[in-house]
């Protein structure tokens, strides 16, 4: 597969190009983000680059192009690199800069990432530009040709965290799928993968393919989204082993282990660092009938449920209809569980608080919703493994040889250290 990387020259800038066999060559976000979105701790490393800031090296790519735009929230020109509450968004920017935006297309939880996990967004006009926004996360999450008539390019810029079952990755394939099919181009720039330091848990199998995991890739894939785009292409994963023409705009001072505070939330429940780190872990509760931490301020960082055992479990919360979450697991009831907001974790997925959990069930019978569980962990094995109490080491060691394998796949396609 071409891979050219275009070095910088005196009248020339620098561009990452992954150019993989292409067949032929509501409401837009306003620079003023809402109050709720932004990361309290969010610092952007001084030296540390987003691909969307580096508007030298793609918007020669843009002059005299239709381009359509995949984005959300996250989707902002940094003013100043080491403040991360001073940003416009990248639409705005790119309207001011002349660029002939012609389409916004919204992921999942929607353009201003106000909606509820698995919530239908709805197509919509932008009360500001005038811009016509699809969604990708309704009856339909892949573009049809109509949708895509009029474009000659497609920019994608959406902040992922690294999580098999976090729906941005899977939004990725169907626009490069959709792109591949009617000769469009996609433009990438890349974002840090907060999770992008280590790679961990089951890997998925393909009879459990869906939207919250399309790829046989381990729960916590380790890759950017550039780099995931290379290996799509590069795996033949789109439908009738397509390729999609795609460039890369890289983080520049960036490696898999540097470390980086999300300026602004990726979805609504996700509010700060720990829930991002946590996530891993506690995003597997969400294939049960247990709550993690929905319609509290403390999102995947606590988990309960009123059938859990309050002798064994002394913290307890009640979750009510909040921002993210308009009817969370067990509304308005006490559960038991744990409190997780200062738990020390770091590149590491762990079934701990899945297992001790389910141990701790009063009736084991409601802990799992079966379908549910196996599309989240990506194989049926996990929940047969936890009832018949397998411990965790245990259950680890059946996930290596997928690991190893996976980590030699991936190496491929890292564009960072």
């Not at 967004?121 to 049809?144: A, E, W």
Request: net charge positive; proline share 5%.
């Amino acid at each position: 597969m071409p891979f050219n990387v275009f070095k910088n020259t005196v009248l020339l800038f620098v561009l990452v190009m992954i150019s993989c066999g292409s067949k032929g060559k509501s409401e837009a976000r306003s620079a003023k983000l809402e109050a709720e979105d932004v990361l309290k701790q969010g610092v952007i490393d001084s030296s540390l680059i987003v691909g969307a800031n580096r508007t030298k090296m793609y918007l020669p790519l843009l002059k005299g192009k239709r381009v359509g735009i995949v984005t959300n929230q996250t989707s902002v020109i940094f003013k100043l690199k080491t403040d991360s509450k001073n940003f416009t968004h990248l639409v705005d920017s790119l309207i001011a800069l002349n660029v002939d935006i012609k389409k916004v297309f919204s992921p999942e939880h929607g353009f201003r990432g106000k909606a509820d996990a698995g919530e239908l967004v709805k197509d919509g006009i932008d009360t500001k530009t005038n811009l016509p926004i699809f969604s990708l996360h309704g009856s339909s999450k892949k573009p049809s040709k109509e949708q895509l008539e009029g474009l000659d390019i497609i920019i994608f810029d959406i902040q992922d965290v690294g999580v098999r079952f976090y729906t941005y990755i899977s939004t990725l394939h169907y626009i490069m799928e959709a792109c591949a099919e009617q000769d469009i181009p996609v433009l990438i720039l890349d974002r840090p993968n907060p999770n992008g330091h280590y790679v961990d848990g089951p890997t998925l199998k393909i009879e459990n393919k869906s939207f919250l995991g399309m790829h046989p890739i381990p729960l916590v894939h380790g890759m950017t989204i550039g780099e995931y785009a290379h290996m799509i292409n590069g795996e033949k994963w789109l439908n009738n082993a397509l390729t999609c023409e795609i460039t890369i705009i890289p983080i520049k001072n960036y490696t898999h282990k540097t470390p980086y505070s999300l300026a602004i939330r990726p979805s609504p429940n996700l509010p700060n660092d720990q829930s991002i780190k946590l996530y891993p872990s506690l995003g597997l509760f969400e294939g049960t009938n247990i709550n993690a931490g929905r319609g509290t301020e403390f999102q995947f960082q606590r988990y309960g449920a009123p059938f859990l055992n309050k002798d064994a479990y002394k913290f307890n919360y009640t979750p009510v209809a909040n921002f993210g979450a308009k009817h969370p697991k067990h509304k308005n009831n006490i559960c038991y569980g744990k409190d997780l907001k200062d738990e020390v974790i770091n590149g590491v997925m762990t079934l701990k608080w899945v297992i001790d959990a389910y141990q701790n069930a009063t009736d084991k019978s409601l802990f799992f919703n079966t379908k549910n569980f196996t599309t989240h962990a990506g194989t049926d094995k996990l929940q047969q493994q936890i009832e018949v109490g397998l411990s965790e080491t245990d259950i680890k060691t059946t996930w290596e040889n997928d690991l190893k394998k996976f980590k030699k796949t991936r190496k491929k396609y890292l564009l960072y250290p």
